[in-house]
């Protein structure tokens, strides 16, 4: 079975401040996908990243970054020096290479005041 | 390019009634999903397909049912529409399993 967690339901913080969501997933495959998208107030979702379970590089874009590590089955995004236009809601999800199904987390609410 | 298309955007129905969301792709992506968003939860998935001809269910597929008989288009259907199936559906596509999937607007849907 597949499953994503994603144990902060909501975070607040003071623009300019870092902010690091959590994920942590389960699945038996060897060979697997991770995700990450944004779900702005208008409610698009937005694709941020994908990762496969083979590269454990830690990636950047700009103010993005997202570290993987297998060994406590995590794929933790952070937001450096937040601004208000982060604020959305941020998803995680998951597909085994042998499975069909994109699960996802039930998603962190994250608000960035001014 | 238009994408992800959804339709209705927006739509209510009375318990009972049925109806059938709309979603095409093009962007000749074999893989297609159905998800519903209940108001601050996250997406749930209801079927999938990975190819023309084939479909599968996902984690909540009761009261729903879909087919993909093109590329293109996936519909779900709601027969028998309960209060519980009020939420916003998205439909999403992917080029393969290991691709990211790209989303539709959204349906909003109420059951009165």
């Known amino acids: 079975a597949q499953k994503v967690t994603q144990a902060q339901t909501e975070i607040s913080v003071v623009e300019k401040e870092d902010v690091t969501l959590d994920c942590v997933y389960e699945t038996r495959d060897t060979t697997y996908y991770l995700f990450w998208y944004k779900q702005p107030p208008s409610g698009e979702l937005v694709f941020l990243i994908r990762?496969?379970?083979?590269?454990?590089q830690n990636e950047i874009s700009g103010r993005y970054s997202w570290n993987f590590q297998k060994s406590t089955s995590s794929f933790n995004f952070t937001i450096t020096a937040s601004q208000v236009v982060d604020s959305a809601v941020y998803f995680c999800a998951l597909k085994g290479h042998n499975t069909d199904k994109l699960i996802f987390g039930t998603g962190t609410r994250l608000q960035v005041f001014p | 390019n238009a994408g992800v298309t959804q339709t209705p955007k927006f739509r209510i129905l009375k318990i009972g009634q049925s109806m059938t969301l709309q979603c095409t792709q093009d962007m000749n992506h074999n893989y297609m999903y159905w998800y519903r968003q209940d108001p601050g939860m996250g997406l749930k998935l209801i079927y999938y397909s990975v190819g023309a001809g084939i479909t599968d269910k996902g984690e909540v597929p009761n009261g729903y049912n879909v087919s993909r008989s093109t590329t293109e288009d996936f519909p779900l259907r709601l027969e028998l529409a309960a209060p519980s199936q009020t939420s916003v559906y998205f439909c999403a596509s992917s080029y393969g399993g290991s691709a990211e999937a790209f989303f539709g607007q959204g349906t909003r849907l109420t059951v009165v």
């Open positions: 990762r496969n379970s083979f590269d454990e």
